[in-house]
């Protein structure tokens, strides 16, 4: 089959974003309400008129006559179980989705002629399809390319698109997951940065990772925190010889003493920056290292357990995410299952942009085996993908309970969790093997969830903190 073309970029639209996206960045905070408000309103409307189940949910709610708050919640995984009703366009079929997903050789194509399509990981045990039009992608490009925070001022006044630069992704780049869509969508639109934007599959054994990255020299690297610090570590022991200008990160949480050690063992500064699958581009960092959010465009509700929300400043129980960007597949507030504190004061930075913190994932890397060469360095994100992808169990937390023994528990019950867990092993055991970590053993359990971590969420990979967890 032939590739198809991406979706056509239209420069008056993708101009007029990006121009309207720098004004804001220097904007009074009351001129960016005025665009927040605005653009709830009109996403409101279109969900109104377009959606058949946003019109049943936001029924006797008249604009104008009810806040945000007073708007109904809503799950991904209910949204995904009515998916056919939840989208604007109705040639838009979650069977079809499906199916096109599935293909690995569509990555980055464009479904019905129009839309980018990714799907995601499953972190909260429901995956999930996203569907973006030209004004959401030209949205999300503008956060990307005006907000990126500027680590090396010479070279972005000199090369304001990073057309020179050389950026290594490193992660799961084997499946329609939003980054590496990016990324291919990027090769396509712009062939002369074919060459100079590489996806680096984290599946394989280190030392692969490490050599592609040798072979490539990037000037960036563009990872996960878990995976930026054990490339750290190859690079303080002189396996990794590539020496990138600057290092970004997210989808983890990014302590201070995993960025400090990255940013020593590379000698460059580290950057974090926070998105999801349900809006790519949600917060960066400026040069203070405080995070902003881009509540032009997004809207953030902390709230507790009673989805009550919180004072600025107070940790919560979830965040509600309303993307004021994409009409197509409107997201009201929605459930992230992250937690995520706005902060009440500015930053001396001058942005009129919101501080947050973000809690986010902590998953923990496992170092297995009892090999000649020692233990082996496996990555949580790399174990969760192919849990998700090769065994389709997406409810469960693994645990490292010494140094050959593992233990996959599910929440899940009956027989059909008894044969997913049975597939995840046959998975895991190939998957380990390939890594260098022969003979881990796995242990099953069903009908028991997962302990959650200090974010709230469920830890998905983690080492028990005495070695074991219950027996077997």
Known sequence: MSPVAPPPVD????????????????????????????R??????????????????????????????????????????????????????????RRFVADRRRIADAFLGRYVVWES????????????????MAVYDALEAVRRPVLRPLQRWLDPWSLGDRIAFVGATGGHFASTVSIERLRRLNPALSTRLQGISFLQPVEGIVAALNDFAPSVIATYPSAAALLAEERSSGRLRASPSEVWTGGEDLSAARRDFVGRAFGCPVTNSYGASEFLSMASECRHGRMHFNCDWAILEPVDES???????????????????????????????????????????????P???????????????????????????????????????????LVQQGPCELLLRTGLSGPEAEAALLRARRVLDAFLESQGAAGVQVHLRSSEPGDAGRSGKLKRVVVAPDGRLGGP
């Open 307 to 353: 989805g009550r929300a919180v004072a600025p400043g107070e940790p919560c129980a979830t965040t509600l995410l309303t993307n004021l960007a994409n009409h197509v597949q409107p997201l009201i507030r929605c459930d992230l299952g992250d937690q995520v504190v706005l902060q009440a004061r500015g930053c001396p930075c001058g942005s009129p942009l």
């Open 40 to 97: 709830l309103r009109e996403l409101l409307a279109s969900a109104r008129l377009h959606s058949p189940l946003y019109r049943r949910l936001l029924k006797g709610c008249e604009p104008g006559t009810v806040g945000l708050a007073d708007l109904p919640r809503t799950q991904k995984a209910e949204l995904m179980a009515r998916f056919d009703e939840w989208v604007a366009d109705p040639r838009l079929r979650l069977d079809a989705l």
């Open 11 to 38: 420069p008056w639209l993708s101009g007029a974003v990006a121009v309207d996206v720098a004004l804001a960045s220097q904007a009074t905070a009351d001129a960016i309400a005025d665009r927040q408000a605005r």
């Open 121 to 136: 990981s499953g972190s909260s045990g429901v995956p999930g399809i996203f569907v973006q039009d030209a004004m959401a």
């Open 355 to 397: 501080v947050i913190d973000v809690q986010g994932r902590s998953d923990d890397t496992l170092r297995l085996g009892r090999g000649a060469s020692g233990p082996v360095s496996v990555l949580p994100l790399a174990l969760s993908t192919m849990l998700e992808e090769e065994a389709g169990l997406f409810d469960f937390q």
